[in-house]
């Protein structure tokens, strides 16, 4: 039975730059520890395996590496590390099917409460105003946003937080020292400050096809649950979907417009049993919260422009939906709505389309 000591950091990440000895590490480690694979002798160690071909190649690769020096180059960049038996190390990711050995950061890991938001690389200006909207509100209780850096809902979901005066993570596909888009160096860094930038890999790893879905497991494992916000049908943010779903997470979708590739995949969850969202209450429900309300000032409103606002949510409506509706003739309609757009209560969106303020729902 392997017993851990933090000692053993620099073996256990040493260890990762032979991947297919790494990645089999359930099959070893209680009859040889990281430290052992390193110190003993190559008589020794294959006397310990029943898989010596694997383990030639190791020793050879072994022999060529400097397990001194590949930790004194992480030491050096200030980068930390925790392992899958570190007290820091995030209590969920250890739930997982395939938890990774370790992890990489930058910035503080220590937290209480997670949810992921995730989606497309291309979001619509609607997709871009409910991933801030709902990662402001939702630091607000307590929880920290995880996701994945990437451009478009990813990036959003990390302004967001930061913009609400909370905490998010970056969990990468690639090591801390590739940051990847390099265009979000400059959010990369604002997350250390507020959060943290996470890897499971070595320093020198590129992104690969490879390395995104298994990061998506590390944003779905870390989390209390996934809220995607538009995605299609081939979306790498159903991938975290799925690994949420398998592990027994919650997950969350925004309803889109069916003739929106971008929607395709949201909806689709949604008719697969992942819960419609189209509030905050919706998420906070799922975890036992109290919604508390908190209007942000004082408006004075008509009966004609009450009767509008419960028309309108953050979802858009075409203004000859709208009018159908209400029963409302054009110019009486546009009158209110140009009186609430005054107010900060209503905005207008590409294709005539209007809906309420994000920040003001």
């Excluded at 979901?157 to 979000?184: Q, V």
């Excluded at 690969?208 to 081939?234: C, D, H, L, M, W």
């Amino acid at each position: 039975m392997y017993n851990y000591n933090p000692k053993d950091k620099p073996f256990i990440y040493s260890l990762s730059y032979f991947p297919p000895l790494y990645r089999r590490w359930r099959e070893w480690i209680d009859f040889i520890s990281p430290p052992e694979l390193f110190l003993l002798s190559d008589k020794e160690i294959l006397e310990r395996f029943s898989y010596s071909s694997l383990i030639q190649e190791f020793i050879i690769f072994k022999r060529k590496i400097s397990w001194e020096d590949l930790w004194e180059k992480l030491v050096k960049k200030d980068y930390k590390l925790t392992t899958l038996w570190d007290e820091e190390y995030p209590p969920l990711l250890k739930e997982i099917k395939n938890p990774p050995l370790f992890l990489t950061y930058r910035g503080n890991i220590i937290g209480k409460r997670y949810i992921a938001i995730v989606g497309t690389r291309r979001p619509t200006q609607y997709g871009i105003k409910i991933s801030e909207y709902f990662s402001r509100e939702l630091v607000k209780y307590g929880f920290i946003i995880v996701s994945g850096l990437a451009y478009g809902i990813d990036t959003y979901a990390h302004k967001g937080a930061l913009e609400g005066g909370g905490r998010t993570y970056g969990i990468l596909g690639s090591s801390l020292d590739f940051i990847y888009p390099s265009g979000n160096r400059i959010l990369a860094e604002r997350i250390v400050e507020n959060g943290a930038l996470i890897s499971e890999y070595p320093l020198g790893t590129r992104p690969t096809r490879y390395t995104f879905p298994q990061r998506n497991r590390i944003i779905s494992g870390i989390s209390e649950g996934v809220f995607v916000i538009e995605a299609g049908e081939k979306s790498g943010a159903l991938i975290t979907a799925s690994f949420a779903l398998n592990e027994g997470r919650e997950v969350f979708a925004v309803p889109g417009r069916i003739i929106d590739e971008r929607s395709k995949g949201t909806n689709k969850l949604i008719q697969e049993g992942a819960k419609m969202v189209l509030d905050i209450i919706d998420i906070l429900e799922e975890f036992h919260i109290p919604f508390i309300y908190k209007p942000k000032r004082d408006v004075i409103l008509t009966e004609d422009e009450k009767k509008v606002l419960q028309f309108l949510n953050f979802n858009p409506i075409f203004i000859e939906d709208l009018m159908i509706k209400l029963n409302m003739d054009i110019s009486r309609l546009m009158f209110i709505i140009v009186s609430l757009q005054a107010k900060g209560l209503v905005e207008e969106f590409p294709g005539n389309r209007y809906g309420r303020r994000s920040d003001n729902l």
